[in-house]
């Protein structure tokens, strides 16, 4: 494939030619299925469940997303995929249903737009989240986003990150409550100082933390890093987990793991020494634009949803007032994350009309538009509602989070999907919508490995499979009184596993009960702590059975399947791919180059060809390392 266009970074169309040749090598029989899929996972693709398909991750950090990217993203969805777009809980967007001879030319659509999947996946570091109100929150102590961008760029394509014992991921919070920070690798909570009459910004630093099925809260590592020393304070934390991570043993291998095991005395001290090893590297300086007034279109006020209670409703439920007086955060429901390419592109043209002409992804897979007056809410609600997006109720108990599950993961075990349709459904035919509900979540994964973090959820579910008379049915893990202040994370307590089906039933009487039995002012949380753990396994107990099969066969099936339940097709998880098996990576890589070198020789691109060859050297050095245990980033400590 040719790369012509110029606005590319070159890097960027070597790294799609590649993808291109590694395909055409697969396509050939050249490389293995799996020596591919380490590959690709590095560059955000994953295999689907199913035989043939890609699920393709597009790292948006701090979820931000302008018009013309959302509007290329449609496109894409068209062009690639199923024509929807799904937002994630890392503030991403991503495309399932994607062939792998279509990437490259997706890859170079997306990077014409600035935009790339590269270390979305595999074990790099994540897309780095926000809160979605950074620079618009009237309780944020600064803007973090110009430093979660900062920290993006920094980290991607850094050789130090090419292959890390594990995933890492990188959360900044505002304030002390937001950002999900407590469950991230590194979590950065604005601080602001005073020193000899100015004002010092800075970050309290958590470290170690990760849902999963053995989910740790992060702990304080230092209590303020000025924000000039951001840079230098992930690259120690990320050297000391590239050194003590466990590259042998992947569900060993998360920096949680580390902190485990050599105590968080012990890895303060490996920072510090680290942090001052750094003191002779440059580090660009983060720049700041303060108090960015972006420019807002003129438009014409509408007045026809006035005394819609609808309308008024929404305006209630998904608007809040940002910092800058005159402007609100709007927030746009969707369901389960999706939204088609159509209503993308209504969203971009909502955006440019009313705002500014950009969007953000919040981790709860909703869409917020800031910098909208209170003057063009009947005009935005109007157009949401042409394109069917007006819902109201965002962060609320009918705002289910579900992962992909057993729709599309391979690991899933649970359609979690199909089961939050039905909620949400469910909930929006009884009307079940009251502010003392708002404070409850539910998040459901399709099994325990929790990328719907369903152990934050007021109420969580992870899919599982049991017998119940004799029957393969699907089911799962109910947790409760999870969720993440201010005051840190606190992880749900598993209660009791129930039936699939019979969860629409458990959750109505979990609201119920809560309802009738609450004391004033009481949260969920602080109500599932009083009333303990048995309270609600006894409300729940009859719900652990089933009638038999003959007399209600679709208790046994998962919800959206007339199908027997089945865990068949079930197959490896892909998001350790690197770890498995080091040497074969390194080799992989090592042929790789030496393919890229003898291309870059026929078009006489010496230069290239050279850098592939020393590529290919290193690699296999490193793959003879790994064979005495000893894995160096640096190229020339390999040589
Ligand atoms: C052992 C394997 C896996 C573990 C332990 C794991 C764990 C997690 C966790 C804890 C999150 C929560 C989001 C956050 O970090 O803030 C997450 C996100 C996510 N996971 Fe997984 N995951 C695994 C494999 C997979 C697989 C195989 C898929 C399906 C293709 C998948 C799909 C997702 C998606 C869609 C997200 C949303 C966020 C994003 O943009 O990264 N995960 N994962
Ligand atoms: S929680 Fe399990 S089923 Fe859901 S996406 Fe993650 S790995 Fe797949």
Known sequence: MDIKTLNIPPEVKREIEEFAAEVERLNRGEVSADDFKRFRLQ???????????????????FGRVSADQLGCLADFADKYSNGILHVTTRQDIQFHFVKISDVPKGLQDLAEYALTTREACGNTVRNVTACHKSGTCANESFDVSPYAGAVSRFLLRHPLTQNMPRKFKIGFGGCNGCGLTAINDIGLNAVVRR????????????????????????????????VKDLLRMCEAIVRIFEQYGDKKNR?????????QKLGLEKLKELYEKEFASLSGAAYSEIKVQEDRMPDVSKFTPNHAFDSDPEFINWKSRNTCKQKQSGFYNTQIKLSLGD???????????????????????????????PWVKEEAFGSLFGKLKEIGLHKSGTEQLRDITSCPGSETCNLGITASRGLARHLSEEMEKNHTASPELDGISIKISGCPNSCAQHHIASIGFHGAAKKVNGILTPFYELMLGGNISEAGAMF?????????????????????????????????????????KMHFAALLDDLKYLPDIEKSPHSYTDFGSDKKFSLEDRGQGECAGAVTDMIQDHLAVAERSLFQGKLALEKAAFAEAVRQANRSVVASGRALLVTEGIDFTDDTESL
Do not use: H, W
């Not at 390419?341 to 971009?348: E, F, I, P």
């Open 339 to 369: 939204l088609t390419s159509a209503q993308a592109r209504g969203v971009c043209q909502i955006a440019s009309a009313y705002a500014a002409g950009y969007m953000v992804n919040t981790v709860n897979q909703n869409i917020m538009i």
């Open 43 to 61: 560059q955000g693709i994953y295999g689907q469940r199913q035989d043939g398909e890609q699920m393709v991750r597009t790292k948006l950090p």
């Open 251 to 259: 569900n060993k291998a998360r920096f949680k793991f580390v902190l």
């Open 195 to 226: 020193e000899n009459g100015k004002e010092i910004r800075g970050f309290k630093v958590l470290i170690g933390g990760g849902l999963g099925s053995y989910p740790q809260a992060a702990q304080l590592l230092a209590e303020f890093v000025p």
């Open 492 to 532: 749900g307590t598993t209660v009791t596993k129930l039936p699939a089906k019979n969860i629409p039933a458990a959750v109505k009487r979990l609201t119920e009960n809560y309802q009738q039995e609450k004391m004033a002012g009481e949260s969920f949380v602080d109500f599932f702590a009083r009333k303990g």
